[in-house]
């Protein structure tokens, strides 16, 4: 997938809950995927916290208005934990990865809304998230537990976007604090 991204000069965010996983994707990938070099890509983790704003800022120059340094390229391919989950304008990219799935699915809503927000030029923004394999799913039953949080979350408060493939339920709350569900109008 990165490699067809890749020819097509799309930007492609990753994201990881563990920094070890970050890590091995920054020794690994380089070397079975030619095109992800120290020029076109970043990896952060709390360990580069101090780099942070300087390597999102050459991911996404355009949304965080970035002037480039004497040597400095446009990444893109950024790996992240989620030290770039919150606060974070990355709308110059339109593809977001979960390489594992987190188990609160408001994290989920934060790294979605990366790059899904106001601004994006783009038309859409693809999300994919990457699913345990059925063994392991079968043990932790991570994505039905975050289902049902997502289902909660969806009839109390609301999702204006998808998490992981459900529709979207908005709500929107009155001045008197009642609500109209925008599905059932």
């Not at 930007?11 to 996983?21: C, I, P, R």
Request: hydrophobic fraction near 35%; aromatic fraction near 10%; charge should be negative.
């Amino acid at each position: 997938m990165l490699e067809r991204l890749n020819s097509e000069g799309k930007k492609v965010l990753v994201f990881s809950y563990f920094s070890d996983t970050v890590e091995f994707m920054e020794k690994t990938l380089p070397n079975v995927c030619g095109f992800v070099n120290e020029k076109n890509t970043a990896f952060t983790t709390n360990k580069n916290k101090k780099e942070i704003e300087q390597l999102a800022g050459r991911f996404s120059p355009l949304s965080k208005r970035y002037e480039f340094k004497s040597g400095e390229s446009e990444l893109q391919f950024l790996f992240s934990t989620d030290v770039l989950s919150e606060g974070q304008n990355l709308q110059d990219c339109s593809i977001l990865v979960n390489y594992d799935l987190h188990w609160n699915p408001v994290r989920m809503i934060q790294r979605n809304g990366r790059i899904n927000r106001l601004g994006s030029k783009h038309e859409s923004v693809h999300i994919y998230n990457l699913c345990p394999a059925n063994e392991i799913e079968a043990y932790l039953k991570l994505e039905d537990r975050l289902k049902q949080k997502i289902e909660m979350i969806k009839h109390s408060i609301g999702t204006d976007q998808s998490i992981l493939g459900e529709e979207e339920n908005a709500i929107e709350f009155n001045e008197d604090l009642s609500f109209v569900d925008n599905k059932k109008v």
